[in-house]
């Protein structure tokens, strides 16, 4: 199965949780922000939300600078 992530081609095994796609790439714990399918995700959803085949997600990282 796949995904766009980003605007890219991205492989998932099986639909999988937000949360547990996000572990998968190392992003646990990181301030960010997601969108699927041009809606906008709460983290309070982010373990009850399910990423299927050919979705489209796109994941932004928050970084504090100075």
Avoid: C, W, Y
């Avoid at 969108?35 to 997600?57: C, P």
């Amino acid at each position: 199965m796949q995904i766009l992530l980003n605007g890219k081609p991205h492989p998932i095994g099986t639909s999988l949780s937000l949360s547990e796609l996000l572990e998968s790439l190392h992003l646990t714990g990181k301030p960010i922000v997601a969108e699927l399918n041009q809606e906008a995700i709460l983290t309070r959803l982010f373990d009850s939300t399910l990423i299927k085949e050919n979705d489209r997600l796109e994941i932004i990282t928050l970084a504090a600078g100075g």
